[in-house]
């Protein structure tokens, strides 16, 4: 099975930095997805890592260690538009199509 | 170009009914995948399609089941609605199995 952890919250303050743990056990491994979700919006796409290391995109980032099954995503720049729901998710198997979301993390950006 | 398209957005049905939801994937994305989120349990997959053919199905009771069709369009069904149906029905599309999935806007279905 799979078992996908990250917090429940944080609150950070507009221009500031904040980083989102994401700790998983799968049954296989092949990929780790970050998605932002806005209340009543659809989960956008912002990062997909397969091997070890650090992806950037602008302002937000996303890591990966397949040795501790941990992941973060990183945003910098803290602005308002950030607060939503960041949803971490593992595909198992390459032949395993489905993704293992974890239950969310509500970031809220304070001016 | 065109996103996912999931018809309706909402949809209030009774207990014992059933629903059928529907999901038109980006073009040329052949792989369409269904979530229901719930604040309770997240997201939760369903199943998940490609050339027609169903190649992954999650946890969930056989009154909910899909299908694909020849242009990669999928549908959902969901029999003898219960009052715990009550959710967001995600749908996915990718162009293959390596790439990221993007969703729909979804269907919020409420069961009464």
Known sequence: GQNIDQP????????????????????????????QQHAGEAPTFLSYNVLDGLEEKGRFSSFL??????SYL?????????SASYLCAARGSANDYKLSFGAGTTVTVRA | ????????????????????LSCSPISG???????QQTPGQGLQFLFEYFSETQR???NFPGRFS????????SEMNVSTLELGDSAL??????????????FGSGTRLTVV
Request: with cysteine; charged share 20%; net charge positive.
């Open chain 1, 74 to 82: 990183l945003l910098k720049e803290l602005q308002m538009k950030d």
């Open chain 1, 8 to 35: 429940t919250e944080m609150t950070a303050t507009e221009g500031a930095i904040v980083q989102i743990n994401c700790t998983y056990q799968t049954s296989g491994f092949n990929g780790l997805f970050w998605y």
């Open chain 2, 66 to 73: 899909g299908r694909q069709f020849s242009n990669s369009r």
């Open chain 2, 56 to 58: 992954n199905k999650g």
């Open chain 2, 89 to 102: 029905y995600l749908c996915a599309s990718s162009l293959s199995s390596g790439d990221g999935y993007t």
């Open chain 2, 29 to 35: 994305h052949r792989s369409v995948s269904w979530y």
């Open chain 1, 65 to 70: 260690s397949r040795s501790k099954g941990y």
């Open chain 2, 1 to 20: 170009k065109a996103g996912v398209t999931q018809t309706p957005r909402y949809l209030i049905k009774t207990r014992g009914q059933q629903v059928t």
